[in-house]
């Protein structure tokens, strides 16, 4: 797998999200930037992007298509789910059967939802986003579970089986805006372990 951070979440990210391990990033790279580091790595058959939020880059839409038609590979979108581009529905069913997207949803309510992203009015919009993205796209969810949501995880995990989504529950990477986040310790982690397998 080849992992491509496209943007920068300073400039090019709806959310401001507390626990951002790419907020040191700069620039934005184009298609053509893409491209070409796809095609110095051609031994990968899956893409994955990143960044800032994937699903606002202007070319998004050109790259999956690139990549899954012209190329013949998978490609991987980690997106926070707050925006559809419409050309993203459009994309021919081949092009769509090879494109994954992971949304990540780390609180279960405005409230919380607010206080991690710093945006807390487009939590409904994510829940208004998921069903769309799963007509379209293989979805899956993505919660990364620290301190502050800790306590919110099982709440997390209901609201996303009335969805009847893959979930993923994985612990923060401190890094980049994220590094001084307040990381779970060894009890809760065994704690959240038990429970999930559970």
Request: aromatic fraction near 8%; include cysteine; glycine fraction near 6%.
């Amino acid at each position: 797998m080849l992992t491509i951070d496209i943007n920068n979440p300073k400039e090019h990210c709806n959310l401001a999200c507390e626990l951002c391990y790419s907020w040191n990033l700069e620039g934005m790279l184009s298609a053509t930037d893409v491209k070409n580091i796809v095609q110095e790595h051609p031994e990968h058959s899956l893409i994955e992007f990143g960044g800032g939020e994937p699903l606002l880059h202007k070319e998004i839409t050109d790259i999956i298509s690139y990549l899954t038609l012209d190329m013949d590979k998978r490609v991987h979108i980690a997106t926070n789910g707050t925006y559809v581009p419409p050309a993203l529905l459009s994309l021919p069913k081949e092009s769509r059967n090879k494109t994954h997207l992971q949304v990540s949803l780390h609180a279960s309510d405005e409230r919380l939802y607010g206080e991690i992203t710093g945006k807390p009015r487009l939590f409904e919009r994510v829940m208004h986003n998921l069903p769309i993205f799963k007509e379209y796209f293989v979805t899956l969810v993505n919660t990364v579970a620290y301190q502050r949501n800790f306590e919110d995880v099982p709440n997390i995990v209901e609201l996303v089986k009335k969805y009847d989504l893959p979930h993923r529950v994985m612990l923060a990477f401190p890094e980049g805006r994220g590094k001084d986040i307040a990381l779970l310790s060894p009890g809760q982690i065994a704690e959240l372990t038990s429970y999930l397998l559970a």
